[in-house]
């Protein structure tokens, strides 16, 4: 069965992606690789064009505005004002506040936050690829995220945030908004950086010691994504520390005021860069069509026994009875106005999205970085850093390795013909997110071991209230950081690049937001165990992270290791027609 699909796929390739290029190939005077060559030269990524690196900064200047914001929520909402305090701040010595609402607000909260801006995507996605095309939501996205950052200004002012009801009502009006902007935004703006490359299809190229190499568009866009997740990161570290320093010493007002300004960037690039973008002219009704289409190809395969339905729907010629060719004219729906190339597309897609199935799993231990791990810190000994300054280590890793695993590891593994495909990378992704949550059990054991209180550290205090924090020094969280930092490069860049790179084109958006969509699946299943997030469950807490990330890389592996063999094939589909 597996031979049939792949020999399949590889008739489909040949015939439609690499004998017959686009024109923008053949005027670049680049010669297109035969099977062999493309199955014996050693592939290469093409080099960035200067159009990915505004959208890009575009990117940087919201993720600085987005995590300054965030990355104080757990302080604003679970510390109490500190006495004689009229803004939150703390000072060195004390740690900052506002609402005084407990951590289990604090962690609720926080992972409404997560849930809602990855839930908003599909709207953005959607109101994309059929209305508006991917810059003019973004551009829109970019207004209303702005709205909702003015109202979380005004929430942190200081004659609102001695009101802890009404800062927090204006708080929770500021996430919605904020998150409807992000959803449109972040739905849109990682499919538009990898529609930046300028080559298409693979052709031969030479390298400076005279190798004949091919400039693969897939690696292109993993090496597009991967700086792309560095400038993501670079804006997340310097606004996450600028941001809670301003907390600590000047209060949530300031951290609040300054992302916003920094966000104001964003339209201003957006506006001087747009002529220099490469856009896509939005096709209408993509999304139902491929839902009737999928419809049309499961007609006769339903069954009451789940074994016989899940068969059916696996056949290897499902996609061939939903084909146009197949079909005569007389019998064929009014709404297939596309060829059989766009249904191999949608096939593909469809496969990208059962692909992030298990994502959810691996994101229970990610979101442990947002708010529990912040507030393990605070039980530690600083030396005068605020407590929500530490989690930088993430992407102050992730910073210094992408560089290292773009420029010698992944080239190198090429070159000793290791083919390191999504699918294993995004499997020792999970597994090495495991291995970060194994990490943070430990340390929240010897916390309780090294505090007077025992499983009671996040409550100790002394007779004069206050607060008796570990021995223990907050750098031993480092090795959770730095694994969760690996983690993403495995597991979370190589989704954007899956996303991007197995959807049609007229349905970027729509897949991508269906791999965020997994992230808003992964903050409401932590809402159930937001009981572990307290003393004296926190080792329960994150021991039972690292079980389910384990055992979401296995069922991973065990799931979609077939695609292995498919992959190389399914990058090579044509581009299908398709009319609204």
């Not at 960035?48 to 919201?62: C, D, G, R």
């Not at 914001?69 to 939150?88: A, R, W, Y």
């Not at 080559?199 to 400039?215: A, N, Y």
């Amino acid at each position: 069965m597996e031979k049939q699909t792949d020999s399949k796929l590889k008739a489909v390739s040949s015939s439609s992606s690499i004998s017959h290029l686009p024109d923008e190939l053949e005027l670049a005077g680049h010669i297109p690789p035969t099977e062999e060559e493309m199955d014996t030269l050693r592939h290469v990524p093409d080099k960035i064009n200067w159009s990915a690196y505004l959208i890009a900064f575009v990117e940087l200047a919201e993720r600085f505005s987005f995590y300054g914001s965030t990355i104080i929520l757990v302080n604003f909402i679970q510390q109490p004002i500190p006495e004689g305090s009229k803004t939150g701040a703390g000072g060195k010595n004390r740690v900052s506040g506002a609402l005084g609402q407990g951590q289990g607000t604090s962690t609720g909260l926080t992972t409404f936050v997560q849930f809602w801006c990855y839930v908003t995507p599909l709207l953005g996605a959607y109101i994309a690829d059929e209305k508006w095309g991917r810059f003019n939501t973004i551009a829109i996205s970019v207004l209303i995220a702005l709205v909702g950052h003015i109202i979380l200004i005004i929430s942190s002012i200081p004659p609102v945030i001695v009101h802890p009801k009404g800062a927090l009502a204006a708080l929770c009006v500021a996430i919605v908004i904020m998150g409807l902007g992000t959803g449109g935004f972040k739905a849109n703006i990682s499919p538009l950086v990898a529609e930046q490359q300028r080559h298409l299809r693979p052709f031969i190229s030479h390298t400076k010691s005279g190798e004949r190499v091919i400039v693969n568009p897939t690696l292109t866009t993993s090496r597009i994504y991967m700086y792309f997740y560095l400038f993501i990161n670079v804006g997340a570290m310097v606004g996450q520390i600028s941001m809670t320093v301003a907390e600590k010493y000047d209060g949530f007002y300031l951290a609040f005021t300054l992302p916003t300004v920094v966000f104001l960037l964003c339209p201003i690039v957006l506006f001087f860069g747009r002529n220099m973008y490469r856009r896509y002219t939005p096709q209408g009704s993509v999304f139902v069509k491929s839902i009737k289409l999928w419809s049309y190809a499961a007609r006769g395969r339903w069954s009451l026994n789940p074994i016989t339905l899940y068969k059916n729907l696996k056949a290897d010629d499902f996609w061939e009875s939903a084909k146009p060719s197949n079909i005569p004219d007389s019998q064929r729906p009014v709404w297939m106005t596309f060829d059989d190339k766009w249904v191999e597309e949608v096939r593909r897609g469809f496969k990208a999205c059962t692909v992030f199935t298990w994502y959810p799993l691996y994101w229970l231990a990610y979101i442990q970085i947002v708010n529990n791990l912040t507030s393990q810190a605070a039980t530690m000994v600083t030396h005068g850093i605020p407590n929500d300054v530490i989690n930088n280590l993430d992407p102050i890793a992730l910073i210094i390795f992408i560089p290292i695993c773009d420029l010698f590891v992944y080239p190198g593994l090429r070159r000793l013909g290791i083919n390191f495909t999504p699918i294993k990378r995004i499997t020792a992704g999970f597994l090495t997110g495991s291995a970060a949550m194994i990490w943070a059990a430990v340390v929240q054991h010897y916390i309780y071991k090294n505090n007077p209180c025992g499983d009671f550290v996040s409550t100790c205090q002394d007779a004069n209230g206050n607060p008796i924090i570990s021995s223990l020094s907050v750098w031993i969280q480092s090795g959770s950081y730095i694994l969760i930092a690996f983690s993403e490069i495995l597991a979370s860049i190589t989704g954007l690049e899956y996303a991007f790179t197995k959807a049609p084109r007229n349905m970027k958006s729509l897949v991508m937001a269906i791999f965020l969509f997994t992230n808003a699946v992964s903050s409401a299943i932590s809402e159930a165990f937001n009981p572990l997030s307290t003393d004296p469950r926190l080792v329960w807490n994150y021991g039972t992270m690292a079980v389910l990330s384990g055992l979401g890389g296995v069922l991973f592996w065990f799931s979609f290791r077939r695609l292995d063999a498919e992959d190389a094939a399914l990058d090579r589909l044509g581009e299908g027609h398709f009319e609204s």
